[in-house]
């Protein structure tokens, strides 16, 4: 919903009858996927999810505003500021952030460097070429590729709720 808010008076995007059934759509696929909740998940589920959709629009807003800085500069902010909070974090609880060097986790987090930084590119371009709410939409995808990905890389079954909420999203 911060997408929209964003997207309609902030940028001055047109909201169709489609983009609003796929937004509730959306929005009830979300709230079911997690379903059952106990009240104190609930609550504080309810509230991290505000903050973070809060913080997702945001960003989402100066991934199509910012046009002046080349998308990788805007990616090497993103990964400095958040590798600070994770420190932060880290540290703050307690966490042990060196374990040991092994040449296959270095691999891994090479690919996964490469992956990230290719797809905050993407990212990037189709906030710059195309409407914000269209593609905050069709992030919320990314929902059922993570019930794909655990199924076929993690040999995890999908419960029905995840199935049909995730298709439904």
Known sequence: PTSIIIGKFYLKE????????????VIIGLF??????????FSLGVMLA??????E????MLRKTITQVSSNTLITYQYIIGSIIVLIIGF????EMYKGFELS???ILIIYAISAVVMGNVLIY????????????????EI??????????????????ELVWGLVI
């Open 32 to 41: 079911t996927f997690a379903w059952p909740l106990d009240e104190f998940v």
């Open 92 to 95: 703050s609880i307690g966490e």
């Open 126 to 141: 189709g906030f710059k070429h195309f409407d914000m709410n269209a593609v905050s939409i069709v992030l919320a995808s």
């Open 14 to 25: 047109e909201l169709s009858i489609n983009k609003i059934l796929a937004i509730i759509l």
């Open 57 to 60: 629009a945001t960003t989402n």
């Open 105 to 107: 986790s270095f691999i």
């Open 50 to 55: 505000a903050v973070s959709g809060i913080f």
């Open 144 to 161: 059922l590729f993570a019930v794909l990905f655990s199924f076929l890389l993690l040999n995890e079954v999908p419960t029905t709720n």
